[in-house]
């Protein structure tokens, strides 16, 4: 608004003095004019710059948020997606990272129900040992990664066991429910959270937890309880 107000400072003698019939100042008016169209350049951007820079952050959320939403949701249950395709986070990409956030929530939900607490605390135990300089969100994002990974191991497992093609999973093992890292997460913050499981996933501490969990428990890692068989 500044520079637009070199638009009058410029303008206005210019006007008047053209008024009472000299032009010595038009030089003047035309350095006004300048200000005036480098003004609306600039608001132009400050109008629009905020939502295209907050569209491509959403882009790139998107991006990131692939892979995490691939093992949650349509290697769970495709009828968790509202668009299993994924073709609509082209067009409308808040409204899809939204329904990306939800969908992969509710996925992480029946993942859960696959998880194994002595797995859990094996994974843990090798995560908080490792001397990688990670933050604690950092770690709790690679234990969840990790546990996730092992989840949908033992739920591929059971499917080929039951030789099913239905979409959804079948049944879990027991009706207990493990307790992922971060479920207390506020919901204004489950964005960062799960965009930092995201780029956890495929961490070479996850896959050395896993390779960990193998090691340790090779009988039982990456399939299903007997339960379930």
Same mark, same amino acid.
């Given at each position: 608004? =500044?520079?637009?107000?070199?638009?009058?400072?410029?303008?206005?003698?210019?006007?008047?003095?053209?008024?009472?019939?000299?032009?010595?100042?038009?030089?003047?008016? #035309?350095?006004?004019?300048?200000?005036? &169209?480098?003004?609306?350049?600039?608001?132009?951007?400050?109008?629009?710059?905020?939502?295209?820079?907050?569209? =491509?952050?959403?882009?790139?959320?998107?991006?990131?948020?692939?892979?995490?939403?691939?093992?949650?949701?349509?290697?769970?249950?495709?009828?968790?997606?509202?668009?299993?395709?994924?073709?609509?986070?082209?067009?409308?990409?808040?409204? #899809?990272?939204?329904?990306?956030?939800?969908?992969?929530?509710?996925?992480? *939900?029946?993942? *859960?129900?696959?998880?194994?607490?002595?797995?859990?605390?094996?994974?843990?135990?090798?995560?908080?040992?490792? !001397?990688?300089?990670?933050?604690? @969100?950092?770690?709790?994002?690679?234990?969840?990664?990790?546990?996730?990974?092992? $989840?949908?191991?033992?739920?591929?497992?059971?499917?080929?066991?039951?030789?099913?093609? *239905? !979409?959804?999973?079948?049944?879990?093992?027991?009706?207990?429910?493990?307790?992922?890292?971060?479920?207390? &997460?506020? @919901?204004?913050?489950?964005?960062?959270?799960?965009?930092?499981?995201?780029?956890?996933?495929?961490?070479?501490? #996850?896959?050395?937890?896993? $390779?960990?969990?193998?090691? #340790?428990?090779?009988? &039982? $890692?990456?399939?299903?309880?007997?339960?379930? *068989?």
């Amino acid at each position: 608004m =500044l520079v637009c107000f070199g638009y009058i400072l410029g303008n206005a003698p210019a006007v008047v003095a053209a008024s009472l019939g000299s032009h010595a100042l038009d030089e003047v008016g #035309t350095l006004g004019s300048l200000f005036g &169209t480098v003004g609306a350049v600039l608001r132009s951007y400050g109008m629009t710059g905020a939502a295209v820079s907050a569209w =491509l952050c959403e882009r790139r959320d998107l991006k990131a948020f692939k892979p995490l939403w691939q093992l949650a949701v349509l290697n769970v249950d495709e009828r968790f997606a509202l668009d299993p395709s994924g073709c609509g986070r082209r067009v409308n990409v808040r409204f #899809t990272l939204h329904r990306w956030v939800v969908e992969i929530l509710d996925g992480m *939900r029946v993942l *859960r129900a696959w998880s194994s607490a002595e797995a859990a605390e094996t994974i843990r135990r090798h995560v908080h040992a490792s !001397p990688l300089p990670l933050s604690a @969100a950092e770690r709790q994002a690679v234990i969840t990664a990790a546990v996730l990974r092992d $989840a949908h191991l033992r739920l591929q497992a059971a499917r080929g066991a039951d030789g099913s093609s *239905r !979409p959804a999973p079948p049944l879990p093992p027991d009706a207990t429910f493990l307790a992922l890292p971060g479920e207390d &997460t506020a @919901a204004s913050d489950e964005r960062a959270r799960l965009l930092l499981v995201a780029a956890h996933l495929n961490h070479p501490l #996850t896959d050395s937890s896993l $390779a960990e969990l193998r090691t #340790t428990s090779p009988s &039982t $890692a990456g399939r299903p309880p007997a339960s379930a *068989r």
